[in-house]
């Protein structure tokens, strides 16, 4: 339901078509009979500042961005909450009713609330693939929700290292080509590269030395079940795919935009499959 008073909110991505954010805040606008709407607005680097001066003239109430945005957006705000001051990027932005433009980060929040069913009990020891902004987003929610020990991997180990430092030895850091022994104490394997994602490099990683009581996690959802994914299900780990992370990090985005914090309804997983074919 959308009237000349609706609050509308959208994703801000460059390229922008991929993102599955539409299919998920409409499906809640809908089942909450919110007057409002949520759309895709494919930016380029270049036109993100005008953009950013534009948005509150026309009455949007926030979006979240996707690549590449998410620290590109930092100068253009008002206001940065402690995660996002932290982990250094922003997927959600709330205008306020006064004009000012407010950034937050619920990557960390999405990741953990997928994962949080299925770790009670093993919240020891990590291994983190990956140095991007979703792995410091990870190793921040993994702190916060007190594991002891992170492993990090990136292909690049001087940025791994750079990643590590922010966390002020929290963290620590592994050779890429260790990342097989690396496995043999871990509670937790997660994926936060892209390898493995569709159009990608494959992830290439045994898991014959991961523990038989670790959990393993792809934030990938394109497809749905990663290589690593399948391999990991296909020899009796216990596997959370992507997609849980996707909807978790909206629900605090969706309550700041249009006032009602939503549930993760069993009928929206399907629903975002369907939407974009994710296998």
């Known amino acids: 339901m959308l009237s000349g008073k609706g609050k509308v909110a959208g994703v801000i991505g460059w390229p922008v078509s991929h993102s599955l954010s539409p299919a998920l805040h409409n499906f809640w606008l ?68 006064d004009g000012t433009i407010q950034g937050m980060n619920t990557d960390a929040y999405g990741f953990i609330r997928n994962i949080q069913p299925h770790i009670d009990g ?17 190793c921040y929610g993994l702190i ?38 690396a496995l043999d104490w871990a509670d937790l394997l997660v994926n936060a590269t892209s390898l493995g994602m569709e159009s990608k490099e494959p992830l290439e990683i045994s898991l014959d030395m991961l523990p ?8 990938v959802y394109t497809p749905l079940q990663t290589p690593l994914l399948k391999d990991a299900k296909g020899r009796g780990y216990l596997v959370v795919d992507g997609l849980g992370m996707l909807m978790h990090q909206a629900v605090p985005a969706f309550r700041v935009w249009y006032g009602i914090k939503p549930e993760i309804l069993p009928e929206l997983r399907p629903h975002l499959i369907k939407a974009q074919g994710v296998k």
């Open 212 to 219: 038989k009581h670790a959990v393993v996690t792809d934030i």
């Open 122 to 138: 093993k919240k020891n020891k990590a291994v983190v693939l990956g140095a991007g902004g979703a792995a410091k987003a990870i």
């Open 144 to 181: 916060k929700e007190g594991f002891g020990e992170i492993l990090l991997l990136n292909r690049t180990q001087e940025k791994a290292e750079e990643m590590a430092a922010h966390f002020g030895g929290r963290v620590h850091v592994k050779s890429w080509d260790t990342r097989n022994r």
């Open 30 to 97: 809908n089942y909450y009979n919110i007057d409002g709407v949520y759309i895709p607005m494919p930016v380029k680097p270049e036109e993100l500042p005008e953009v950013i001066k534009v948005l509150p003239k026309l009455g949007i109430r926030g979006f979240n961005l996707t690549l590449p945005h998410k620290e590109l957006v930092i100068p253009y705000l008002d206001f940065m909450d402690e995660d996002a001051k932290f982990i250094g990027a922003v997927n959600t932005v709330l205008i306020a009713n």
